[in-house]
């Protein structure tokens, strides 16, 4: 009866895109588009969920302007089409607050897994959008979810959210680091042997390598008589 009533109520939501949807609008590989955010040739997201990176209809659409990618009018209405409720927003507009298992997770005082087994098994309301293989909501589906079977919310993560607040992006791929930019390390000191009666050079020896930040294996050995 809950998933009638919650079917009943029209989504109004904005086209969003992950990489794989990029990819499928500009027919490409999946890591052509993640590589064209990391050289820059996308913009940066417009939102950040659970880590993951997704971008406005209209952010996205400028990768045509210079004439060298074309997302067809038939990809795009395919596209548009698997967002049912979809409208294009402007970046600059006021957005609904969308959520991922991250966010429900928190506001729902549970861990990921119980919100994915409550998917499973239907217990929670289903998400608004399937993009790029992550599952997201808007915020109010999940609230209105949550008063409809009496689960408690953590208020304080509903207005956090609401106020911007998010987590961290997910880091995508290794990172190039110039030589130049890698610290210089300085060499090994060579292995010393010292004898009872230098003690004294010993001692200051091993002070100088601790320093330095290495450390130090003593092997004792006899003195030939």
């Excluded at 067809?72 to 548009?80: F, G, H, I, V």
């Excluded at 006021?94 to 429900?104: A, D, F, S, W």
């Excluded at 230098?198 to 294996?217: C, I, K, W």
Aim: glycine content about 8%; aromatic content about 6%.
């Amino acid at each position: 009866m809950i998933e009638k009533v919650l079917c009943m109520v029209a989504v109004h939501k904005p086209y969003l895109l992950g990489h794989a949807e990029i990819a499928s609008l500009y027919g490409v590989e999946r890591q052509t588009s993640q590589k064209w955010k990391t050289d820059g040739t996308l913009a940066e997201p417009d939102l950040v969920i659970s880590g993951n990176p997704y971008w406005l209809l209209s952010t996205v659409l400028q990768l045509s302007a210079d004439g060298s990618r074309e997302a067809t009018e038939q990809r795009l209405a395919e596209y548009e089409a698997s967002i049912p409720g979809g409208y294009q927003a402007d970046p600059e507009e006021q957005l609904p607050v969308i959520v991922g298992i991250m966010e429900v997770a928190k506001i729902l005082g549970q861990d990921k897994q119980a919100i994915s087994r409550w998917r499973h098994r239907k217990q929670i309301a289903a998400s608004d959008y399937e993009l790029s293989g992550s599952p997201l909501w808007l915020m109010e589906t999940v609230l209105a979810d949550a008063t409809a079977r009496g689960r408690a919310v953590a208020q304080v993560e509903v207005e956090r959210l609401r106020e911007g607040g998010r987590g961290f992006q997910k880091p995508r791929g290794r990172r190039s680091t110039s030589p130049e930019a890698r610290p210089r390390q300085r060499p090994l000191p060579h292995a010393r042997t010292f004898t009872s009666e230098q003690s004294g050079e010993a001692a200051s020896f091993l002070a100088a390598v601790l320093e330095q930040g290495h450390s130090v294996v003593i092997r004792p050995q006899r003195q030939k008589s």
